[in-house]
């Protein structure tokens, strides 16, 4: 019998080395492949940073030859008769190769969508930039803990009564720490949905101030006065919170009386005078001016504009401009302001005969 044609294992020579060829090919196939897309990412990326070229070089970084080795094997013992133990084994670990590498490039793109969000937000908000690195450790904890079940189910294990027990084990948790858990959900409901970031002054019930940090548990603002005020921030988010760094205007309304000795044409001229100021003033948006009604000492005219800044020092500046310009043209023009009066009417009775 020739040497070639003997059999080792159930196989002849023969067949072993074909299979140890295919083997290597394979993996100088692999090798190959990664070596040129590699080169063309890096050509494509060293200008312009795409989303695309830089996730797909994240997971190739993250493609380890070991892991790879267990599917040439595989590949090139489809050519070979094994016994069914031992295809078995083989079969196995490729799977469980195969999920590892899965996570592996699962993690590297976690990573890297994770190290480009920080990279844009760093600057524009940086709590925002901290806490979504929360998000990044729960998306790897799942993606992990779903390729070990994967993995065990894939060796013959029941995972069955381990999911159960996990999702027992769960509840637990998460009735034991359930005000914790509240608070960083609703920290990552924050980061998320941004109803107000770092910097922005807000008013929640009838606490006010300015947001310096914003925490997994608490957030914490500064008051007007000075001292910090903490707050759960699952009481932050379930309460009514008014954000002032958000506004594009502020809407000004403001009423002034004249007395009742004004004359008619006075009266005529107040809307338009009161506009003419308005509008004179810089970024002011003027709506309407009118004579709303008679009091009981005095004619009431009724104001409205906008101040086209959100800014608070720069809305009041522009309260007290129009004032003092009302002041000054009211002298002007002998138009008086009100005040509370009260005219006594004396009738003296001729005594009688």
Same mark, same amino acid.
């Given at each position: 019998?020739n040497f070639f044609e003997k059999n &080792?294992?159930?196989?002849?020579?023969?067949?072993?080395?074909?299979?140890? *060829?295919?083997?290597?090919?394979?993996?100088?196939?692999?090798?190959?492949?990664?070596?040129?897309?590699? /080169?063309?990412?890096?050509?494509?990326?060293?200008?312009?940073?795409?989303?695309?070229?830089?996730?797909?070089?994240?997971?190739?970084?993250?493609?380890?030859?070991?892991?790879?080795?267990?599917?040439?094997?595989?590949?090139?013992?489809?050519?070979?008769?094994?016994?069914?133990?031992?295809?078995?084994?083989?079969? !196995?670990?490729?799977?469980?190769?195969?999920?590892?590498?899965?996570?592996?490039?699962?993690?590297?793109?976690?990573?890297? &969508?994770?190290?480009?969000?920080?990279?844009?937000?760093?600057?524009?908000?940086?709590?925002?930039?901290?806490?979504?690195?929360?998000?990044?450790?729960? !998306?790897?904890?799942?993606?992990?803990?779903?390729?070990?079940?994967?993995?065990?189910?894939?060796?013959?294990?029941?995972?069955?009564?381990?999911? /159960?027990?996990?999702?027992?084990?769960?509840?637990?948790?998460?009735?034991?720490?359930?005000?914790?858990?509240?608070?960083?959900?609703?920290?990552?409901? @924050?980061?998320?949905?941004?109803?107000?970031?770092?910097?922005?002054?807000?008013?929640?019930?009838?606490?006010? *101030?300015?947001?310096?940090?914003?925490?997994?548990?608490?957030?914490?603002?500064?008051?007007?006065?000075?001292?910090?005020?903490?707050?759960?921030?699952?009481?932050?988010?379930?309460?009514?919170?008014?954000?002032?760094?958000?506004?594009?205007?502020?809407?000004?309304?403001?009423?002034?009386?004249?007395?009742? $000795?004004?004359?008619?044409?006075?009266?005529?001229?107040?809307?338009?005078?009161?506009?003419?100021?308005?509008?004179?003033q810089p970024k002011v948006r003027f709506?309407?001016?009118?004579?709303?009604?008679?009091?009981?000492?005095?004619?009431?005219?009724?104001?409205?504009?906008?101040?086209?800044?959100?800014?608070?020092?720069?809305?009041?500046?522009? $309260?007290? !401009?129009?004032?003092?310009?009302?002041?000054?043209?009211?002298?002007?023009?002998? @138009?008086?302001?009100?005040?509370?009066? $009260?005219?006594?009417?004396?009738?003296?009775?001729?005594?009688?005969?």
């Open positions: 019998m &080792y294992f159930h196989n002849t020579l023969e067949q072993w080395a074909i299979a140890a *060829g295919i083997a290597l090919a394979v993996m100088f196939g692999v090798w190959v492949f990664r070596r040129i897309v590699v /080169a063309r990412l890096a050509a494509v990326t060293r200008d312009t940073e795409t989303s695309w070229g830089l996730s797909l070089a994240a997971m190739l970084s993250a493609t380890r030859t070991l892991l790879l080795w267990p599917i040439a094997l595989y590949v090139a013992s489809m050519t070979l008769e094994l016994p069914p133990r031992i295809e078995r084994v083989v079969s !196995a670990v490729t799977v469980i190769s195969l999920l590892v590498q899965a996570a592996l490039w699962g993690n590297a793109l976690i990573a890297e &969508y994770l190290r480009r969000y920080v990279k844009q937000k760093a600057s524009q908000d940086a709590a925002a930039a901290t806490s979504v690195s929360v998000l990044g450790f729960m !998306a790897r904890l799942i993606l992990w803990a779903v390729i070990t079940l994967l993995a065990l189910s894939n060796l013959g294990f029941d995972i069955t009564a381990l999911v /159960a027990g996990l999702g027992i084990g769960g509840i637990a948790v998460a009735l034991a720490a359930q005000n914790i858990l509240g608070d960083v959900f609703a920290s990552l409901s @924050i980061v998320l949905d941004k109803p107000f970031v770092i910097g922005d002054f807000i008013i929640v019930g009838d606490m006010l *101030g300015t947001v310096e940090h914003i925490g997994m548990k608490t957030t914490q603002v500064r008051s007007l006065s000075g001292e910090l005020i903490i707050f759960a921030n699952a009481d932050l988010l379930s309460s009514r919170v008014r954000n002032f760094k958000r506004m594009a205007e502020r809407r000004v309304v403001f009423n002034l009386g004249v007395t009742y $000795q004004t004359r008619a044409e006075q009266l005529a001229r107040i809307p338009e005078l009161l506009r003419e100021i308005v509008v004179s709506d309407r001016s009118h004579f709303k009604d008679y009091g009981d000492f005095s004619l009431n005219f009724e104001t409205v504009y906008f101040v086209l800044d959100p800014d608070y020092n720069k809305f009041m500046d522009t $309260q007290q !401009a129009v004032n003092l310009e009302v002041f000054r043209r009211f002298a002007a023009e002998g @138009i008086e302001f009100a005040y509370p009066t $009260q005219t006594l009417f004396v009738q003296r009775e001729a005594a009688s005969a």
